[in-house]
Structures are given as structure tokens and as C-alpha cells.
């Protein structure tokens, strides 16, 4: 009831960067949150999170770029880092803003970290879900084998096509595919037609113009040092997340010159803000409620 209650409590608004439309949702008062959704979802994975701030802070849930409402450009270089970036930007100064907490999961949490990284002064806090650091992915990446092996999924997203036989789940790219992830069934639904309104081919452009390739300098696993970071940041991660693992957190704390927080969450899986959702939106609000002036 409480989830059906927040669909209809929401303000739904677009922010326009460079003529591409990012729809959101927005809910609460207080200092501004902007949260950034990964691979495959839409802003309604924040619901737990939304529901815990929405008393205390401003809580604005995107939809990127390719999702639900939001446009959905064609080809690959419209999904390059540099426009999502822009994205949440364009969303942050739609509220009227300079700045705002800036908390992304997965590809969200690609994301995120480059805002932080190239418009710093945009984010007083930086909360990301289950995607480590571009220094910590990159170590990874060339280190651990388990890490190579969790990796061959976006190999397959880098080469194929949503109409691949096998590309998903051992079946093509549909919207009961995408949606088949969600354990809660009275949220699927709403899954289900949020894809119908996607783009599979969009979904696919994140990894074709971001994910790292031999040919690619990826800003996902940057093998150069990114820049330190001035925020304070906490991070969460599902422990049994079969795509990311857990090693890629190692040293974070020395690529930040400001207190990072670390929680794990050992029975969540990828989308940790839903199988561990309690511990995320208890631990976010009170990180964010010691943070504030």
C-alpha cells in the first residue's frame, strides 16, 4: 500500500539537456537528493529510499536516458558518458539548485562517480550502490579472474543486439525479461510497463559506449588515476552480487580526501537498495541527516 501510495504522491517534471528530455520524479522538502537508477530499472527502484528521506530532504528518482519517460535517442554516442553526465546535471539545476547529494546504483553508479569526478562543486554527498570505484573496477578487471568471468555479460551486451536469442536471462531483450529480476510481483507490473516504454536498444548503447574494451579508455575502470574526491561518500554493497565483486571496494578510501563509509550487506544480491532495503535507507538517512549544516 505504502509503494502504491508513493506513485500517486510523486510530481512528475523533465529536465532538458541539450534537447534530450530526462523525466523524474519528486517527492519531500529539504536539501535536494537526486538518485540515479542502473541496468535494467527505472526511478521506482528508490521507493524504500524514497519513502525513508522524503521527510527531511528534497528527493528527486530519475529516469536515464533510453528508460520509461525519459527520451530515448538513437545511436551509440548519445549514451557516452559525457551526456549522462549532463543529464543529471540538467536535473540538479531543474530543481532551481547548484548542488545536491548524488546517489547512484550500477550504471547509475557509473555515473555518479563522474559527476563527482568532473562537477564536483555539483555534489555535496556522493552514495553509490554496488559499482566500485573506476580505480578499484580497473584493478579488478586486470587482476581477478573471478571479476574477468562476471564480466562476460557485458561482453555479450557489447557485441549483440536486444533481439539476440540468448542475449537476457537465455532469451531476447522483452519487457517481461528485463522486469524478470524483481521479486516483488506487485512491483513487477509496474516494471513490466515501465520496459514496454524503454528502449532495449538504448539499454544496450551504456555498455557499447562506456564498458571497457581493449579499444576503450573506459571512464567505468579508469586505468589512470581519477581525481581525488572531496565529497564524503558511502557506499553500499550486496555481497552477493555475481556480476561486481566485493574486491573492487579494496582502497577506496585512498582515492577520497574525506570520510567514506562502507556497508555491506551479505544475503543482498545486485540491487542491494531492494534486497537489503531497510539497512540502505536507514543507514542513508542517518548518514545524510549528520551531514547536513
Known amino acids: 500500500m505504502l509503494n502504491a501510495d508513493l506513485l500517486d ?28 537508477h542502473g541496468f535494467p530499472d527505472y526511478w521506482y527502484t528508490w521507493r524504500h529510499q524514497i519513502n525513508a528521506l522524503k521527510e527531511n530532504f528534497t528527493v528527486v528518482a530519475m529516469d536515464q536516458r533510453g528508460y520509461n519517460l525519459s527520451d530515448k535517442p538513437e545511436g551509440v554516442a548519445q549514451y557516452a558518458m559525457p551526456n549522462l ?14 548542488s545536491a547529494t ?3 546504483h550500477d550504471w547509475g553508479g557509473a555515473v555518479a562517480w563522474q559527476v ?8 555535496d554527498n556522493l552514495v553509490i550502490l554496488n559499482l566500485p570505484h573506476p580505480n578499484g573496477m580497473a584493478r579488478e578487471l586486470a587482476t581477478n579472474k573471478e571479476q574477468q568471468q562476471n564480466s562476460d555479460y557485458a561482453r555479450k551486451f557489447i557485441a549483440g543486439s536486444p533481439t539476440d ?25 509496474h516494471y513490466t510497463q515501465a520496459f514496454k516504454r524503454s528502449s532495449f536498444s538504448g539499454m544496450l548503447n551504456f555498455y557499447k559506449a ?30 552477493k552480487d555475481s556480476a561486481l565483486h566485493s574486491n573492487g571496494l579494496n582502497n577506496t578510501w585512498d582515492w577520497v580526501d574525506n570520510d567514506v563509509t562502507i556497508v555491506t550487506a551479505p544475503n543482498a544480491n545486485h540491487f542491494v537498495q531492494q534486497d537489503a532495503a ?12 549528520n551531514r547536513q549544516p
Open 9 to 36: 504522491e510523486v510530481t512528475h517534471g523533465y529536465a532538458d539537456n541539450k534537447g534530450v528530455k530526462i523525466h523524474y520524479v519528486k517527492t519531500g522538502q529539504g536539501p535536494l537528493v537526486v538518485m540515479i
Open 116 to 123: 563527482a569526478f568532473n562537477l564536483p562543486q555539483m555534489v
Open 210 to 239: 562506456n564498458y571497457p574494451s581493449d579499444d576503450n579508455n573506459s571512464p567505468v575502470a579508469n586505468a589512470s588515476a581519477s581525481p581525488r574526491l572531496p565529497m564524503p561518500v558511502l557506499i553500499f554493497h550486496g555481497l
Open 278 to 289: 531497510e539497512l540502505v535507507s536507514q543507514t542513508m538517512q542517518w548518514w545524510l541527516s
Open 102 to 104: 548524488v546517489v547512484g
Open 165 to 189: 536469442p540468448d542475449i537476457l536471462f537465455g532469451g531476447p531483450m522483452t519487457a517481461e525479461n528485463l522486469s524478470g529480476w524483481v521479486s516483488d510481483s506487485s512491483a513487477r507490473k
Open 85 to 98: 553526465v549532463g543529464d543529471v546535471a540538467a536535473v540538479i539545476r531543474a530543481q532551481g539548485a547548484s
